[in-house]
């Protein structure tokens, strides 16, 4: 791997842009109070981004999901309390985040751009969601930071759409994506993959179609060699229409929440597996980002400009046909 300096100015500096970005200012703009999810990163990757050369015309901005993209993962019961406040103290608690009107409109704006993420990815062959991968929510309930579920918005939307027959969810988000498992579990036309630490948050793990648990300490060896065992035989097996790629940055060495000591080298190696297994194949990909809680944000912003990075030389290796 190119030292990071060297390897972004060589990627970024003066160069077009093969694919679109998903952002909007207000996904940082929420307030949620001195809190260990850094919602500030979202800025600070754009802000990155700019600097490396990317001008604002690779951004779209998102809109916020209509009520019938979430009212297809969620029951109408819980999307009705959560626009009128009237979640339960156990409910907010739950959510691990202190309940406002803005959080509301920032979890509509989120889910709004992984499913924007979802379609342009669709027309490009890789677009990349500065946001999104709320992964815990599920049907009836928010949970984990996550309020509603953007993923599973968008594979439903696209579905309904009839843009696609099969899809494949790669969660490589430290936590298992259990929200997403709970709502997508039993739908034969969606193939969920989580790989993630299995002696941390959640405690309950419904079964994904493919659940992979790592432990505490496992590092890059096995961390990678676990990617490798599965990418892209799984691709090959489903061939789906469009994969959405959770690239987490929590699986970090030092990350606040996890364990998995995965270096900055090793997690732009998983990002390199999973975004040339899938368009080498012709299979688009949406990204989002998913969660990361390094001590020092800007740990969690290098993975993320990683991931760009990578979706970068790989879009540019295989091009939308």
Same mark, same amino acid.
């Given at each position: ?95 691990? %985040? ?23 990815? %669709? ?8 946001? *999104? ?49 709970? #709502? ?28 992979? *648990? ?43 929440? *996890? ?32 969660? *990361? ?14 991931? #760009? ?13």
């Amino acid at each position: 791997m190119l030292p990071h300096s060297m390897g972004l100015l060589e990627l970024f500096f003066g160069k077009k842009f093969p694919f679109k970005f998903v952002y909007s200012d207000e996904y940082w703009m929420v307030n949620i109070g001195k809190h260990v999810f850094p919602v500030r990163k979202y800025r600070l990757v754009y802000e990155k981004l700019i600097a490396l050369g990317a001008k604002r015309e690779n951004f779209l901005e998102p809109r916020p999901a209509l009520d019938e993209d979430l009212f297809r993962v969620h029951t109408p019961r819980y999307i009705r309390r959560l626009k009128a406040g009237e979640l339960s103290p156990a409910e907010i608690h739950m959510l691990e %985040l202190p309940y406002s009107t803005d959080l509301v409109k920032f979890a509509w704006l989120q889910a709004g751009g992984t499913i924007l993420a979802a379609r342009q990815a %669709l027309a490009d062959g890789l677009c990349v969601h500065i946001g *999104g991968g709320f992964h815990h929510a599920f049907a009836d309930h928010g949970e984990g930071f996550c309020v509603v579920n953007d993923v599973a918005a968008a594979v439903e939307a696209l579905k309904a759409e009839g843009k696609i027959e099969r899809v494949m969810v790669v969660d490589c988000d430290l936590h298992q994506g259990n929200g997403t498992a709970g #709502i997508l579990g039993r739908k034969d036309y969606v193939f969920t993959f989580s790989i993630h630490q299995m002696d941390c948050y959640p405690a309950d793990k419904p079964s994904s179609t493919l659940d992979v *648990g790592l432990w505490a300490g496992d590092g890059d060896d096995k961390y990678l060699a676990a990617i490798r065992e599965h990418f892209p035989r799984l691709f090959r097996r489903f061939r789906p229409d469009i994969v959405i790629y959770l690239a987490g940055s929590d699986p970090l060495e030092g990350d606040q929440l *996890g364990g998995l000591t995965v270096t900055k080298d090793g997690l732009f190696a998983r990002d390199m597996i999973v975004l040339e297994s899938a368009r080498g194949l012709g299979i688009p990909v949406a990204v989002v980002f998913a969660g *990361g809680y390094a001590r020092d944000i800007q740990d969690s912003v290098d993975v993320h400009i990683n991931t #760009i990075r990578a979706a970068q030389k790989v879009a540019r290796k295989w091009p939308r046909q």
